[in-house]
């Protein structure tokens, strides 16, 4: 049976009017397709434009060129279906952690008691049964990470956007956390995304992974197979650049240079500045999408002889 697209993103590019007739373009033809069982990690570093990324995809704002599709409809606004957990904890600290989780039910068409409900049974499943009448300066950091998610999943979304849901928690919580957000994906079949620049979290929590770099998608493909034959440089680069783990020898490897400034974009490829396998070519035209093996897309001139010839050595 073929699986349900739940977002669509074609051809979305975002720019901001930065003053005197200036704008800076954040993002950059981004393609992306979101399935009904997906888990999905859009990985970059800062300032790879992720964060606006989510934006568009949660309907927060409109992209400048481009669609959004939300199952085959244009999404001009933000869908209760799409539920977003923030970096930091967006709780209303007046509110006790029952009185939070409703806010996002209030609208919905519901009377009162099917509001306290929906909102009791999120906070049962994210472990916060008990705890109803507690605010959150009396809580955790993980605590207050399950309220947001007991808050995203409340409306029975169809996609959860994670924004780095677990950057500010010691490392004990943030398994308990992600582990969570698997068994919710588990129970209810919902499709995730998660945004990070936290390679091992995207190792052990995602399905497939988009690459973001200077504001556009650099390579896209299931996890495994990228982190076992990275394509793209910049994605080799991240990786190597990754500390060892306990009980690793590997020397660490930072990625040369600095990003681009976007306000004046270099010609080319974006990357080339900083790439070890940049050709002439990379300097002068900006990569075509390509898909050099199923499954797999990648924007680099290093595969488009390759392509050409209709495959070559893998």
């Known amino acids: 049976m073929a699986k349900e697209v739940i977002l669509e993103l074609k051809n979305v590019k975002k720019s901001f009017l930065i003053g005197k007739g200036r704008d800076i373009t954040v993002l950059d033809n981004i393609n992306l397709n979101i399935f009904s069982d997906d888990f999905v990690s859009i990985l970059g570093q800062s300032g790879a434009g992720k964060s606006t990324l989510l934006r568009i995809m949660a309907g927060i ?19 209760a279906r799409i539920a977003v957990v923030f970096q930091s904890f967006a709780l209303f600290p007046w509110f006790n952690v029952l009185e939070n989780v409703r806010v996002g039910l209030v609208g919905q068409g519901l009377n009162d008691e099917e509001i306290n409900e929906k909102a009791i049974r999120a906070i049962d499943l994210v472990g916060l049964d ?37 950057t500010a928690l010691d490392v004990t919580i943030q398994a308990q956390v992600l582990e969570l957000m698997k068994e919710m994906q588990r ?72 990003g681009p400034d976007l306000l004046n974009r270099p010609p080319g490829c974006l990357y080339h500045p900083r790439c070890h396998r940049r050709r002439e070519i990379c300097r002068q035209e900006s990569p075509p999408e390509l898909q050099p093996e199923p499954g797999r897309r990648v924007s680099c001139w290093l595969y488009a002889e390759e392509q050409e010839d209709g495959g070559g050595d893998r």
């Open 130 to 166: 008990g705890f109803e009448d507690a605010y959150p300066r009396e809580l955790s950091g993980g605590m207050r990470q399950r309220i947001m998610i007991a808050m995203a999943i409340s409306c029975n979304p169809s996609l959860l956007i994670a924004d780095e849901p677990t």
């Open 61 to 79: 704002i409109e992209p400048t060129e481009g669609e959004v599709l939300y199952k085959g409809i244009p999404l001009r606004k933000a869908n």
């Open 187 to 258: 129970r209810f079949n919902t499709a995730f995304i998660l945004i990070s620049h936290d390679l091992g979290v995207v190792a052990e929590m995602a399905d497939r992974v988009a690459v973001m770099y200077a504001g556009r998608i650099v390579e896209e493909a299931e996890t495994a197979a990228l982190l076992k034959r990275p394509l793209h440089p910049y994605t080799g680069g991240l990786i190597a650049s990754r500390p060892a783990l306990a009980g690793e020898r590997k020397p660490l490897q930072p990625i040369p240079g600095q």
